[in-house]
């Protein structure tokens, strides 16, 4: 860096960084890509002492993967360093060198922006040198030899114009000539010596008409004279082909062939052409049969479809023929009512892609293998990877992996049944699940010191009764003795319901629909406070509503102070205090306050500010006399009336929450505010001005309308949001995500002398470490820090808030001189040779040193006395900083040096 120009007065600094206030924002609208996931829909998320509580209609939770993994051939282990595909695979096949070609409805891998065609290297990584990316998806790939024969439904692909089929040259990348233009999507390839057939939803082959199947000469990309004739009861066509020694199958969706009775399945002489007997009689009453995949052994022929009889023998969705005379075999996999998609064979082995959850009795989730060395019996190997949706599309073996791809984003995840609880520190779901099978759902969670309190719902715990509210340990899982049991009219009222806690002090604060705590014994109408160690209700009783039903309840409570402020569907507090859907109560004495401000809807969340209550509902007929549509409304603490702030909002709010600096509002709206700024359900404005922050979150529909932010939280670093969402920037991350929103990174100011410097005061938890040449200074701790204006030096100011650390630009301290000369004189200046100086007074001693102007030390000469000589004859010519050393006293001089 550059030093300053020095004044006639003081040492001045170079400020190596813009001044900026220090505040809790999001740095950026990226998400966190850490957390886990669920495999559904979110409701409703609570942060509570490091853990994260999802609630919705989910079924399972686990790391994103991606739309396609390679597994370990034997246990079905994914291999977690393959590139994630965000979308779905539709065919999957390896390249023969360890890599694989793979295709579908994607728009990238990892990090890099390539649609629906792709190539992983062998290192895992992908080929970013070979990016065809068709404008439409692509369902089937074909290697022979250097050739890669692609086909889907696409009409530009690697910049050319070309319909539905194309072929590549593997080595170079490049797009062949050669090109069939079949008018409709193609779904199946199979290439055999100089010919190439393929099968599909199509009419013509370029000018020559072929109805769903044809074979193509490989050299011209004309379609040869076979031209076997389908017919259906609606359009034909072909959707899988193999070959054998002397035979080609086809298989898919047409009635005859050439006028014969061929239930979607039929077999060709390869050499001749012409249709064998060979039929297997499939048939569905009082449907048309569809077949989605055929493999072919040394003796079987395997098929794959929707069918309930062959040969007039019931059998369904796959079935192994004899391959000579099309005779059922016994082997029966007992798959009815699921489906297959693709089979795939490596030596003995038949893999299973498609939507199901058993095989054989096995329980095996859209992608299995079987032990076919014996085909008088069905033997499900131990290969069993778990994709989160229980169906699969692509799956390609080679003898050191499996590839498994489909509409999915994770494999083998654990089982959560609607909740889940993740953990700030692992980013994983806490490991016990919380057994519901008695029915219900929860709601809210509080975490403290070891112990996890939940609300809902429900009142059996396993085998256990808990009425609404209980305990777990969270380092065992085991469920605690502790009962309050928050109960309806009765005892295990099902109308009951908890859904909010807060804890302050040693005291839960429940909030809800009920009537009594403790088995009925202490009557608390929609709120209590229990005592976190004995479970008993304490003598709070604002007792909501008219004391005699559950009608009235609340939804949600927040806890500033010492008041607690209720939000939900009421009239009534304390008896006789009319209240409009909100209260503010005293926590210590249950007084209902003054504060009385009126919903003409149902509140659902009210969140606390220094300067505002904030609060979502339906305010369609108003709230404190105002109308906010979009259901957010900001109200004043002290009156209760409805603040002027109103922003305009693309659609519903669902929920809001705040930091220290911004409030967060989340929903199902496309856009905020009059200038209809862009903002897919979440966004978040400054709590000083009310202004829309120009923070834009990555969550989005990717064209798919999944904007849906239902619920959202905070912890001091992170903003957790959950909903029906299908995008986290490139990933096809759904339902639910994490934002950082840690503070900015510290900066460092400096007074005109240069000395202290300081940093902005951070937010109340931080710490602070000051640094010189990046070792942390002894003590400096405080937002001042001293310096030495003698002391050429780079310092620096770190910043921990929970967790957090923000590390400020590097302040590169430089002398550059003063021209202050109280205790010294010299001459001449320039200089060429020798540079005269006299001290004010005689110093027994004096230390010289003679700096470059960045700092560094040229030259030491110590000395005693009053008159002294210094030789310059060594130093280049060029600007130098003499510093003089008299004990107490410092100063220095800019000096020239000239030749």
């Not at 065809?132 to 114009?161: E, H, M, R, W």
Request: proline share 5%; hydrophobic share 40%.
């Amino acid at each position: 860096m550059t030093a300053a120009t020095p004044t006639s007065r003081r040492l001045v600094t170079f400020l190596a960084a813009l001044f900026f206030t220090f505040r809790l924002l999001a740095q950026s609208g990226d998400h966190l890509q850490d957390n886990w996931i669920p495999n559904s829909g979110v409701n409703r998320v609570e942060y509570s002492n490091g853990y994260t509580m999802l609630s919705g209609y989910f079924t399972q939770v686990g790391p994103y993967q991606g739309g396609g993994v390679a597994t370990d051939p034997t246990t079905g282990a994914v291999d977690t360093a393959m590139p994630k595909v965000h979308g779905s695979v539709e065919e999957a096949i390896s390249d023969g060198s360890g890599g694989w070609y793979i295709a579908g409805y994607f728009e990238a891998i990892d990090t890099v922006r390539i649609q629906h065609l792709a190539h992983i290297k062998s290192d895992k990584t992908v080929d970013r040198t070979w990016k065809p990316n068709p404008d439409g998806g692509v369902q089937v790939l074909s290697l022979s030899g250097n050739t890669l024969y692609v086909g889907g439904s696409f009409t530009l692909i690697a910049g050319q114009s070309r319909k539905n089929l194309v072929s590549f040259n593997t080595t170079t990348g490049a797009l062949n000539a050669w090109n069939p233009a079949p008018d409709n999507v193609v779904y199946a390839l199979a290439v055999t010596g100089t010919t190439v057939y393929v099968g599909g939803y199509f009419s013509n082959i370029g000018v020559v008409a072929r109805t769903g199947v044809a074979a193509i000469d490989a050299s011209t990309g004309v379609a040869t004279s076979w031209a076997p004739v389908l017919a259906g009861s609606s359009t034909p066509y072909v959707y899988a082909l193999k070959i054998d020694a002397s035979n080609i199958y086809i298989a898919g969706y047409f009635l005859t062939v050439g006028g014969v009775a061929r239930a979607s399945l039929a077999q060709f002489n390869i050499t001749t052409g012409a249709l064998t007997g060979w039929d297997a009689k499939l048939s569905i009453t009082p449907y048309q049969v569809y077949i989605y995949d055929i493999e072919v052994t040394t003796n079987v022929v395997f098929v794959a479809g929707y069918f309930d009889t062959v040969n007039g023998t019931p059998r369904t969705t796959l079935v192994a023929l004899d391959r000579g005379k099309a005779s059922l075999l016994p082997w029966d996999p007992a798959m009815a009512g699921t489906s297959i998609y693709k089979l795939a064979l490596s030596g003995n082995t038949l893999y299973l892609s498609g939507y199901f959850d058993y095989v054989a009795g096995v329980e095996r989730y859209g992608a299995a293998a079987v032990d076919i060395s014996n085909v008088s019996t069905v033997n499900v190997t131990n290969w069993a990877p778990r994709p989160n949706t229980s169906y699969t599309n692509a799956i390609a073996p080679t003898a050191s992996a499996v590839f498994v791809g489909g509409y999915m984003n994770g494999f083998n995840w654990l089982d959560r049944s609607g909740f889940a609880l993740l953990s700030d520190a692992t980013h994983e779901a806490w490991p016990f699940p919380i057994d519901l099978s008695g029915g219900g759902n929860i709601n809210t969670i509080a975490v403290t010191g070891n112990k996890l309190y939940i609300g809902g719902r429900f009142n059996l715990i396993g085998r256990a009764t808990r009425n609404n509210l209980a305990a777990f340990d969270l380092t065992t899982g085991a469920l605690l003795p502790w009962d309050p049991s928050v109960d309806g009219l009765s005892v295990g009222d099902p109308n009951a319901e908890v859904y909010n806690i807060r804890i302050k002090d040693n005291l839960l604060y429940v909030a809800g629909r009920f009537r009594s705590v403790n088995n009925a014994n202490t009557v608390r109408f929609g709120l209590a406070a229990v005592d976190l160690t004995t479970g008993a209700a304490n003598a709070w009783n604002p007792s909501v509503g008219d004391g005699k039903t559950i009608d009235q309840v609340v939804n949600s409570i927040d806890i500033v102070g010492n008041t607690v402020y209720a939000a939900g569907s009421f009239s009534l507090v304390g008896g006789n205090n009319a209240r409009g859907n909100l209260a503010a109560i005293d926590a210590t004495s249950g007084s209902v306050l003054p504060w009385a401000p009126k919903s003409n809807g149902e509140v659902r969340k009210i969140r606390v500010a220094p300067n505002a209550a904030y609060v979502v509902g339906d305010f369609a007929n108003g709230i404190g006399g105002q109308v906010r549509d979009a259901g957010i409304a900001a109200l004043d603490l002290s009156t209760g009336n409805t603040l002027p702030w109103d922003t305009l909002f693309g659609g519903r709010v669902t929920d809001v929450a705040l930091s220290a600096t911004d409030l967060y509002v989340s929903g199902y709206f496309s856009y905020v505010g009059k200038s209809l700024s862009n903002r897919p359900g979440l966004c978040s404005f400054s709590l000083a001005t009310g202004a829309l922050n120009n923070w834009v979150p990555d969550n989005g529909d990717g064209g798919e309308g999944g904007y849906d932010v239902e619920s959202i939280t905070l912890s001091p670093t992170k903003l957790y949001i959950g909903g029906y969402i299908n995008y986290f920037g490139l990933e096809n991350r759904e339902n639910y995500g994490e934002y950082g929103i840690c503070p900015a990174a510290p900066v460092i100011n400096s007074s005109a002398d240069g000395t202290p410097l300081t940093t902005p005061t951070p937010l109340a938890g931080s710490t602070i470490q000051w640094y010189r040449n990046n070792v942390a200074i002894s003590g400096a701790t405080t937002a001042t820090l001293p310096i030495n204006v003698y002391e050429n030096a780079v310092y620096a100011v770190e910043v921990t808030y929970f967790g957090c650390v923000g590390r400020s630009i590097d302040y590169t301290y430089l002398i550059t001189g003063a021209e202050k000369q109280s205790l010294w004189s010299l001459y001449p200046n320039p200089v060429r040779d020798e540079l005269n100086v006299h001290l004010k007074e005689a110093a027994p001693s004096v230390t010289f040193t003679i700096n470059d102007i960045t700092g560094r030390p040229m030259k030491v000469i110590q000395g005693s006395g009053q008159e002294h000589v210094l030789s310059l004859r060594d130093l280049p010519a060029g600007p130098y900083v003499l510093m003089i050393d008299i004990g107490a006293q410092k100063q220095a001089h800019k000096i020239i040096k000239v030749n």
